[in-house]
Structure formats: C-alpha cells, structure tokens
C-alpha cells in the first residue's frame, strides 16, 4: 500500500492424504505426504472478524480430502492432483471462500516436501489493490471521523 503498509493474517494448514501421478498415460504408485498450505490473509472492510473464522473456514474446506486418495474425490479423478494443480484449485477456492467473509488472500504458498514449494502471489492483481485501497481510506476515514467525534464530544 502507499505510505503505508499491511495488516495481515498467516495461517498454515496441514493435509495428510495420499496421491498417485499419471505421466504419459501411465498411473504412478500411490504415495502419502502431508502437504502443508500457508495463507496470508488481510482483513477487508472495517467490521471486526474473528482471525479464527479464517482458519475454520480453511479447515472445512480441506477436510474432505484428509487421510483419502485425492485421485478418488472430484476435481482430481478428472485432473492429475500434482502440487500445482491442487494449489491452484485450492487457491481460487479459499480465495472466494476467504472473501466472503471479509478477507482476501495475498498469496498462498503450498509444500509437499520441505524442500519445495509452490507460491500463489495474488496481490499484483489489479482488483486486488483497488480493494484494498479504497477499505483503507474508509478504515481511516472511520478512525479520523471517531477521533474527532471524541474530541467535540459527539455522543452517537
């Protein structure tokens, strides 16, 4: 942000499952990892959200896929379930999930081995930063506007 900088929220969630890979029509062994996913989060707007409605929501939308074949459960018995594919599905997922409840995710970044990760940088997008602009002048506007009122005393 200009002049200014970020409030944000960074969660992580763990998904343990199972998965198998098809390169060149042929099915892979199926393996188990525990993916880790960390979530950055900024508040959008100026009403109070509890930071552990973020993290439920995340959970809930992972739960389905803990301890199963991700092969098995839709999208991925369509697409092949590598670390991007599941990132990028999950990312837009969250994403809509996140912004429905007063947030919205700057970057979502997903491991399958602690040596290697996967990065999802949404905040050069462009509806990104307008939104975020414009609840940060209003959030000021607030804060000005009750500090004023404060100081004239101006009862609500």
Same mark, same amino acid.
């Given at each position: 942000m200009?002049?200014g900088? @970020?409030?944000? =929220?960074?969660?992580?969630? =763990?998904?343990?499952?199972?998965?198998f890979i098809?390169? @060149?029509?042929?099915?892979?062994?199926?393996?188990?990892?525990?993916w880790?996913?960390t979530?950055c989060?900024t508040?959008v707007?100026s009403?109070?959200?509890?930071f552990n409605?973020? +993290?439920k929501?995340?959970?809930?939308?992972?739960?389905?896929?803990?301890?199963?074949i991700?092969?098995?459960i839709?999208?991925?018995?369509?697409?092949?379930?590598t670390?991007?594919n599941?990132?990028?599905?999950?990312? +837009?997922?969250l994403?809509?999930?996140?912004?429905d409840i007063?947030? +919205?995710?700057?970057?979502m970044?997903?491991?399958e081995?602690?040596?290697r990760?996967?990065?999802?940088?949404?905040e +050069?997008?462009?509806?990104?930063k307008?939104?975020?602009k414009?609840?940060?002048k209003e !959030?000021?506007?607030?804060i000005?506007?009750? !500090?004023?009122?404060?100081?004239i005393?101006?009862?609500?």
């Open positions: 200009e002049g900088f @970020n409030r944000e =929220y960074k969660f992580k969630a =763990y998904l343990n499952c199972s998965h098809i390169i @060149n029509g042929k099915e892979g062994q199926v393996h188990p990892h525990t880790e996913f979530i989060v508040r707007g009403g109070f959200i509890r409605a973020f +993290e929501a995340i959970e809930e939308f992972i739960a389905p896929y803990q301890n199963q991700v092969n098995e839709p999208p991925f018995d369509k697409i092949v379930p670390l991007e599941v990132s990028d599905y999950f990312g +837009e997922h994403r809509r999930i996140i912004r007063g947030g +919205e995710v700057i970057l970044e997903s491991s081995t602690p040596t990760s996967y990065v999802l940088d949404f +050069e997008e462009l509806d990104f307008d939104t975020i414009q609840n940060s !959030v000021t506007s607030m000005i506007d009750s !500090v004023l009122d404060g100081i005393g101006v009862e609500e």
